[in-house]
């Protein structure tokens, strides 16, 4: 064991033996504390310079520790200051204030520590008393458990104390309306009245403020909000709040007027956003993000006027824009859902991107005549927005089941809506996502408060804004322990080392904070028996020691690597781990098994086909064209493609038989012994790949594949080291005519080739073995001693270029040999090119391209048009400048 863990552990028995005892609990709240997020308090904390102050109670000092824990209890009824050199902890209900009698103001320091030790411990602001708690990027204020204290939360940690709860002056349509000033209103938990005459009451301040492991059963059935807002008024400053992992909903509204911006809700396992009784606030950049290990979840927003009365005024309308919604798997009573609109609310919605993986529920659903009503008469406005869901809508219907509203045509005729790929690395918006630069001008349109932005969502592609204050949201310290699934090994990297071996056939996550060691053939899954789902978290290294170490996911399983342009996920081999000199062929590669169909299957019995995968991988293949292997985004595969058996090389990437629910984009494979990707049959498609450096073919296809392709942007080696082809493209190498004849559609494709000359040049396209294509917006280029640039090999592949089966257009080959052959017809390759709508020949590289970007003028084909999984562009090839889609992520592009 290493010692960093024998240390904390050490620390951890001694505190709880202590707490046992009797004894005050003394703990160290500096640094950051377990969860798997940023925001600490800024570091090492500093020595205890004080006492507990007269309302408090003192703790004796441990050795070893650096704050002192004070315990508060009570209701406090004169303004008082919670400083950050000391951790304070909660005793059952603290009240700050008597209901709008004994006026106080509690103020909390930035990087203060406030913890609850039971259940039952929390905090509330009663009516006409406030709290200033306004923390800072660098020093958040944390209210969080004494679990989270000793690190011993976790990711699946919850309801391990009480919460936050805002009681104000603000009026709530459950009030008499005609006398507000003695509305008395019971807030959930025993809290205390909210309610009142003044919308703009004033209740203080939250800025950088986390709420973590909330939620408690305060009252039978009756869990606390992370942060409960009622009755509060606009006069109340809330900026950068987050609440994590709470029981019940994250922040819930109850009437009032409250505003609040840069909210962000992960982890809660109710609703993240939850509003009734008339609250008419705003706001704007909000982040949802269900447990990412497909924990219990339910609405992005479940929205209410007032569940005993729909009609009651003022109806809760509120305003909120640029929201961002990624939903998980989790599947229930209560599935993960993202945006519930019910029980007469109104409300305007702008700027949101709902989102989430193939398990997820509905992302979109109007409930109840009344909010219907306000959907068809414009008190529900919902425009510029994205619903990335494979269930964007559900309809509503009435008591008989009778449909009141086609949600999907209602919101598609909403303007600048869009259903389909919103393109995010994580929860941030890619370079070329939709997202960017169709936003609504909320603030020019609707109101000024808001802040004037261009884009969908809560951010705009540049700035993280939840960096250094959140938790559970970015890679940060190493792990206390290997995950699940998983055993601890010899650490060659400088932190814990983490192994897989054999076949895993139950879920396993790889979480941020180590490096994860291959041992051999690591396969997900048992073929089409027991399923399994690899989760790797952003950020992760996965890396083999050995050209026989590598990875495989297996037909029925999934692997769900999900990274993000800041934090790619990595696999590598030891010798890049380790800084020594890397090369092609130090480990194995990645491989995809999937359902979907191929040419080598007997097309009769496809649910029984079993075809061999290179590299004694396992079988794929079989009757799904949808089938899902996951999600692989922003991925690089570096240094791979060992000859696992005699003769046999992996690929970087291997999709074999892998079908069209599985979701592929922002991937990169640098340096490969063999192909960079390869197809063997299936559907499967991918947008944004990199392909660099690799030794044989960048992208080979074979067995049948008709998926799709765009923005694919290859490189050979800079140094001119081996290559081939940038597309080597078969049917079937046994029979030319099999079917279903492999036919891609494949755009925006830039080759740039190298002066490799071998038995195998650099080259451009060879298209071979009866396929077929459909190709666009390609530039094919590359120095003067590069090979042909496009070729037709095989009688069956030139018949279908000669009847026009076959096409390319929209492009440009600027190479000293750019054609070579003819179609069999009298037709030579170049006169077929020239003869396509939209091609052309140019000089030489540097007329077509600077580095890696387009400069050729050449108008591109709308393939939009064809096929939504395609977009527009005024570009051909893979990268335009201004939006480049390879930066931040990719390697081996520099030269």
Not at 5 to 26: E, F, H, R, Y
Not at 413 to 426: E, T, V
Not at 666 to 685: A, K, R, T, W
Not at 777 to 787: Q, S
Request: hydrophobic letters at 35%; a negative charge; glycine letters at 14%.
């Amino acid at each position: 064991m290493a010692l960093r863990k024998l240390l904390k552990l050490s620390a951890i028995a001694s505190a709880l033996i202590l707490a046992g005892c009797g004894g005050d609990l003394v703990v160290n709240a500096g640094g950051t504390t377990n969860g798997g997020g940023n925001g600490g308090g800024g570091g090492t904390p500093p020595p205890v310079t004080s006492d507990c102050p007269a309302f408090a109670t003192e703790g004796d000092s441990l050795a070893g520790v650096n704050l002192t824990v004070c315990e508060i209890s009570g209701t406090i009824t004169s303004d008082t200051r919670l400083s950050n050199d000391i951790a304070w902890s909660l005793s059952g209900k603290v009240t700050v204030g008597n209901d709008n009698a004994d006026n106080s103001t509690l103020t909390i320091e930035p990087g203060t520590f406030v913890f609850g030790k039971s259940g039952a411990d929390y905090l509330v602001v009663a009516r006409g008393s406030k709290i200033q708690a306004v923390g800072t990027v660098d020093a958040p204020i944390v209210m969080t458990s004494v679990n989270d204290m000793l690190g011993l939360s976790d990711n699946e940690s919850t309801a391990e104390w009480g919460g936050l709860v805002l009681l104000g002056n603000a009026p709530s349509n459950k009030c008499d309306q005609a006398s507000l000033a003695t509305c008395e209103i019971q807030a959930e938990g025993e809290a205390g009245p909210y309610g009142g005459a003044d919308p703009e009451d004033d209740s203080g301040a939250l800025r950088y403020v986390q709420v973590r492991y909330a939620g408690f059963e305060v009252i039978p059935d009756n869990e606390l909000n992370g942060i409960t807002f009622a009755g509060v008024g606009s006069g109340t400053d809330v900026e950068y709040i987050q609440v994590h992992n709470n029981l019940d909903d994250g922040v819930e509204f109850f009437g009032g007027t409250v505003d609040a911006k840069y909210v962000v809700l992960t982890g809660n396992r109710d609703d993240s956003l939850d509003w009734a009784d008339g609250w008419t606030g705003r706001m704007q950049h909000v982040l949802v993000r269900h447990n990412p290990n497909n924990t219990k979840a339910n609405r992005g927003i479940e929205a209410d006027n007032q569940s005993g009365n729909f009609t009651a005024t003022p109806v809760s309308k509120p305003r909120i824009a640029n929201m961002t919604i990624v939903g998980n798997n989790f599947d229930g009573e209560d599935d993960s859902e993202g945006v519930l609109l019910r029980a007469g609310t109104a409300a305007e919605l702008y700027n949101f991107i709902v989102t989430g993986p193939a398990g997820m529920g509905e992302c979109f659903e109007i409930n109840s005549a009344e909010s219907v009503t306000n959907a068809g008469n414009g008190e529900i406005v919902f425009r510029n927005s994205i619903l990335d869901c494979p269930e964007p809508t559900k309809n509503s219907v009435d008591g008989a089941d009778n449909i009141t509203l086609d949600a999907n045509a209602w919101f598609r005729a909403q303007p600048g809506n869009i259903i389909g790929d919103a393109l995010l690395g994580g929860y941030i918006p890619a370079p070329n996502s939709p997202a960017l630069g169709n936003g609504y001008n909320v603030a020019n349109n609707v109101d000024s408060w808001f802040d004037n932005v261009d884009y969908i969502g809560a951010f705009d592609g540049e700035e993280d804004w939840t960096v250094g204050w959140t938790v559970g949201l970015h890679p940060e310290d190493d792990l206390a322990a290997c995950p699940a699934g998983t055993s601890e090994v010899n650490s060659l990297s400088g932190r814990l080392n983490c192994q897989l071996t054999g076949d895993i056939t139950a879920n396993v996550t790889l979480a941020a904070g180590a490096d994860y060691v291959l041992s051999g053939r690591v396969r997900i899954g048992v073929d089409n028996t027991t399923a399994a789902t690899l989760t790797v978290e952003p950020g992760v290294r996965i890396y083999g020691k050995s050209g026989a170490d590598f990875l495989v996911v297996t037909r029925g399983s999934k692997i769900e690597a999900n990274g993000t342009a800041a934090n790619p996920i990595v696999m590598t081999s030891v010798q890049d781990i380790i800084g020594s000199p890397t090369a092609a062929g130090q480990w194995g590669g990645l491989v995809l098994l999937g359902k979907a169909p191929s040419n080598k299957c007997n097309q009769g019995d496809l649910a029984s086909c079993e075809i061999q995968a290179e590299g004694e991988a396992g079988p794929y293949g079989g009757a799904v064209a949808n089938d899902n292997s996951g999600t692989l985004n922003y991925v690089v595969v570096k240094h791979a493609g060992f000859e696992v058996i005699p003769d046999n090389e992996l690929n970087g990437i291997t999709f074999a038989g892998v079908g069209s629910g599985t979701k592929c984009s922002n991937i990169q494979v640098h340096q490969n012994v063999d192909d960079g990707i390869e197809m063997f049959g299936g559907s499967v498609s991918c947008k944004n790949v990199v392909l660099t450096a690799n030794g044989d073919d960048s992208v080979d296809w074979a067995d049948g594949w008709n998926g799709k392709l765009q923005f694919v942007l290859v490189k050979h080696a800079a140094d001119g080291a081996k290559a081939n082809r940038g597309i080597e493209a078969d049917n079937q190498s046994g029979n030319f005519t099999a079917t279903p004849v492999s036919n891609p559609t494949i755009a925006n494709l830039t080759i740039i080739g190298n002066s490799f000359d071998g038995d195998d040049d650099s080259e451009g396209v060879l298209l071979r073995a009866g396929t077929n294509a459909q190709l666009a917006n390609f530039v094919i280029t590359g120095p003067e001693t590069m090979g042909e640039c496009l070729e037709f090999d095989s009688n069956e592949t030139k018949a279908l270029a000669a009847a026009g089966s076959l096409t390319m257009t929209h492009s440009v080959i600027a190479c000293a040999e750019p054609f070579k052959g003819d179609l069999g017809n009298g037709t030579t390759t170049e006169q077929w090119f020239l003869g396509q709508t939209g091609n052309s020949v140019a000089a030489n590289q540097a007329a077509v391209l600077d580095g890696i970007y387009t400069i050729d003028a050449t108008t591109p084909k709308d393939m939009s048009a064809l096929d939504s999984f395609f977009e527009a562009v005024n570009f051909i090839g893979a990268v335009e400048a201004g939006n480049d889609w390879t930066a931040g992520w990719t390697v081996g592009l520099e030269d």
